[in-house]
């Protein structure tokens, strides 16, 4: 045998001629219950006040297609190297608004494969800690001081400078990003990091004397 019958054959022993139905039952079915727990894992971790149903459903189809693809791929060598071939010249240009919205369509995807591919404890362990992973990430940094807006309008005449004053007696820290001085009122916008204690003590801004209204802006875009 020559080496290029050897190498051909080596190829060829990693594709299965058949697909049985039971590798497709338990294949598409580990995808749809690790969508479903990736679907679980979005909606509690979610910063969205309203849910994105579009978004949803996409990740329980894309976990899906992918496993149907990879037991595609895995069952014939030329569907594999055609559907390579089909998939490079497609283009996706749908808009992603949050950056975590990225990373959920990439665990699905990769559930997909996973499932696909027989490798059911890898999709379940896979899951589990990166499910792990994301629910930590979420309650840590909800403990850190969040970007808001602080608008603040005083009366025609006071001097804007004390409402800076105050951020600093409180020790909280703050950005002035516009003072406007009108005929009837003066207004401040202040960049300010805040968390949930910390949202208390703005209470004091209100006490400052010629205080027209105090609003608070949260600028978070996830």
């Given at each position: 045998m020559s080496i290029i019958d050897a190498f051909k054959n080596s190829v060829l022993e990693g594709f299965n001629t058949t697909i049985s139905g039971s590798d497709i039952v338990f294949g598409m079915c580990a995808a749809l219950l690790a969508s479903l727990f990736i679907l679980f894992i979005y909606q509690c971790t979610m910063k969205q006040t309203t849910l994105n149903r579009s978004f949803c459903i996409s990740m329980l189809l894309v976990c899906s297609i992918s496993a149907m693809m990879v037991l595609t791929i895995t069952s014939n060598l030329a569907l594999s190297l055609g559907m390579v071939g089909a998939l490079s010249i497609v283009r996706f240009r749908t808009a992603v608004k949050d950056a975590s919205d990225t990373a959920f369509l990439f665990w699905a995807?990769?559930?997909?494969?996973?499932?696909?591919?027989?490798?059911?404890?890898?999709t379940l362990l896979g899951c589990l800690f990166v499910g792990v992973v994301c629910i930590l990430s979420v309650v840590l940094f909800d403990r850190?001081?969040?970007?808001?807006?602080?608008?603040?309008?005083?009366?025609?005449?006071?001097?804007?400078?004390v409402v800076e004053a105050v951020l600093k007696q409180l020790n909280l820290k703050h950005t002035l990003s516009s003072q406007v001085q009108l005929e009837s009122h003066t207004e401040v916008i202040c960049e300010i990091g805040l968390g949930e204690k910390q949202r208390k003590q703005l209470s004091k801004v209100k006490e400052i004397p010629g205080i027209i209204s105090v609003s608070l802006v949260d600028c978070r875009k996830g």
């Open positions: 995807v990769a559930a997909g494969i996973t499932s696909g591919a027989g490798f059911y404890l890898l850190i001081s969040k970007p808001y807006l602080l608008v603040v309008r005083l009366e025609a005449g006071k001097d804007p400078n």
